[in-house]
């Protein structure tokens, strides 16, 4: 089985300070992604990663960044954060496999991101 | 702007009902719809999916109902058992584009 591990299921961060939101996934996935969840809002997409050091921007990637080394490790972070950021943060990963229909993706539990 | 419109928010059924929800979307590039279930806790994760050159795809008591025509697509949950107690994100996307649009969730709840 797809294993996707983020490595805070709880964050509590203050005002400003930079956060680091970590995922790893260990199926040699070419695609990882961040989601963002809000109730009555759904999954909204932060960013998405296609190879090593490739990224696109999602549909709310204003305040986040993303870093991805490895292609295990896909990295989330807040340069500067704020309360509009308290959020549940969802990592993705899928197969390339030419086709969405092919490449379901896998998410992580979840970390939960209080910015106070 | 949500890309993907889910109803009702929310919804209680008793054990042995019938759930549905009910998904519309406008972008007519989309051409793969797919289902998540997410338990409290856990991140979401497939349930079942279709692609629009069929009407209707079947496993077990979950069923997706489609409506090209109508840019519509449905989740009708079959004989409701409290394990589906959930929240069900539908999502879509063009086969060839990875990256999914998701509707906004629906908690069902199965009364035992």
């Known amino acids: 089985d797809v294993k996707v591990t983020q490595s805070s299921r709880y964050l509590v961060k203050r005002t400003g300070e930079k956060v680091f939101l970590e995922c790893v996934q260990d199926m040699d996935h070419e695609n990882m992604f961040w989601y963002r969840q809000d109730p009555g809002l759904g999954l909204r997409l932060i960013y998405f990663?296609?190879?090593?050091?490739?990224?696109e921007k999602g549909d709310i990637p204003e305040g986040y960044s993303v870093s991805r080394e490895k292609k295990e490790r896909f990295s989330l972070i807040l340069e500067s954060a704020s309360t509009n950021q308290t959020s549940m943060y969802l990592c993705?990963?899928?197969?390339?496999?030419?086709?969405?229909?092919?490449?379901?993706?896998?998410f992580g539990n979840g970390t939960r991101l209080t910015v106070t | 702007q949500q890309q993907v419109k889910q109803s009702p928010q929310s919804l209680i059924v008793q054990k042995g009902g019938i759930s549905i929800i009910n998904c519309a979307y406008e972008n007519t590039a989309f051409d793969y719809f797919p289902w998540y279930q997410q338990f409290p806790g856990k991140g979401p994760a497939l349930l079942i999916a279709?692609?629009?050159?069929?009407s209707e795809k079947k496993e077990g008591r979950f069923t997706i109902s489609f409506n090209k025509s109508a840019k519509q697509f449905s989740l009708h949950i079959m004989d409701s058992q409290p394990g589906d107690s959930a929240t069900y994100f539908c999502?879509?996307?063009?086969?060839?584009?990875?990256?999914?649009?998701f509707g906004a969730g629906t908690t069902v709840t199965v009364r035992a």
């Open positions: 993705a990963s899928s197969l390339d496999s030419g086709s969405s229909y092919n490449s379901p993706l896998h």
């Open positions: 990663s296609y190879d090593v050091k490739m990224k």
């Open positions: 999502a879509a996307s063009p086969l060839d584009d990875y990256k999914l649009s």
């Open positions: 279709i692609r629009p050159d069929v």
